[in-house]
């Protein structure tokens, strides 16, 4: 059973946008969204973005000042805008969240920052 749903990725052209979303379902009790991950080809899952406990948006040092993220205020959806992006972004990215002691990911959408 799904329960967290990328939606988003695509093609784009090196220096353009693409924003992300990631719903979480209703159907599972308390599932919330924590954040964004990725994962390009050949290389390991990292973190992209999420929020500290008091909600303040942070970011990986590296994408900092290109990448916005966002959440409604029952933290089950969740946005990221990617903006200047380079062929170095290019990787699957994933969502993940959190229910009680449990951990969830979503299935993934791909990202190609290609010309």
């Known amino acids: 059973q799904v329960q967290l749903v990328e939606s988003g990725g695509g093609l784009v052209q090196p220096g353009g946008s693409l924003r992300l979303s990631c719903t979480a379902s209703?159907?599972?009790?308390?599932?919330?969204?924590l954040g964004w991950y990725r994962q390009a080809p050949g290389k390991q899952r990292e973190w992209v973005a999420g929020f500290t406990v008091g909600g303040r948006p942070i970011y990986s040092d590296s994408l900092k000042g290109r990448f916005i993220i966002a959440r409604d205020s029952t933290k089950t959806t969740v946005s990221l805008e990617m903006n200047s992006l380079r062929p170095d972004d290019t990787a699957v990215y994933y969502c993940k969240g959190a229910s009680g002691d449990d951990d969830y990911w979503g299935q993934g959408t791909q990202v190609t920052v290609s010309s």
């Open positions: 209703t159907s599972l009790f308390g599932l919330y969204v």
